[in-house]
Structures are given as structure tokens and as C-alpha cells.
């Protein structure tokens, strides 16, 4: 499963409506880390797609998003449950390290 832009007007909507948890990867196309980050955001879309819901926002299109979670370094990936914020991580890192840390929420 390929991830899918976000909107800051169809955000909330598909945050809180999702059944599952939701990751929201927060970055920019001018951003180095975020573009060695975004091909493993794609795998673990794929290998997690059963358990997860995940979402790019990129920043410069989206600014009220980046100012409303305080977004001040990319990449910033945010897991949301029921709709609420329970867990960040801001940098690039390997898989295994992201994977690992997302399990532990889902």
C-alpha cells in the first residue's frame, strides 16, 4: 500500500475516522533526510498496512498542519490513535529502528 497525501482539510476526517492507528509523516520535497526517509515510509506502509494507516503531509503546501502540531524539524513522523497524538519521532532513521518503535503503539 502506497502512502497518501494529506490535506489540512480532510485531516481531521481521516484521522479520527480511521480503525486503525494512523501515521502521519510530516515533510518537505527540498528536505534530504525526508527523501531518504520517504522510501521506508513506503515499506512499512506495505508491511504494516493490516495494523496501520499512513499518510504524508508535505509542509510547504500544508503550513496550517505543520503550525498546528508544531512541526519545526523534518522529517517529523506523528502516530495517532482514536484520533490523538501518542507518539513522534523527528529525524531519519533505518527501518528496523522506525518499525520497532511503531510496534510498540500498535
Known amino acids: 500500500m502506497a502512502t497518501t497525501p494529506i490535506t489540512t482539510d480532510k485531516f481531521d476526517s481521516v484521522v479520527t475516522s480511521s480503525a ?3 501515521l502521519v509523516d510530516f515533510w518537505a520535497s527540498w ?9 521506508v515510509v513506503e515499506e512499512i506502509s506495505g508491511e504494516l498496512s493490516d ?5 504524508k503531509c508535505n509542509v510547504d503546501e500544508e503550513a496550517d498542519l505543520a503550525t498546528r502540531f508544531r512541526i519545526v524539524s523534518i522529517p517529523t513522523l506523528i502516530l495517532f ?3 490523538k497524538p501518542v507518539h513522534t519521532m523527528v529525524g531519519n532513521m ?8 511503531l510496534e510498540a503503539y500498535l
Do not use: I, Q, T
Open 20 to 22: 486503525k492507528p494512523v
Open 31 to 39: 528536505c534530504g533526510p525526508c527523501r531518504a526517509l520517504g522510501p
Open 51 to 55: 495494523k496501520l494507516d499512513v499518510y
Open 81 to 83: 490513535k482514536n484520533g
Open 94 to 101: 533505518p527501518k528496523a529502528e522506525l518499525k520497532k518503535e
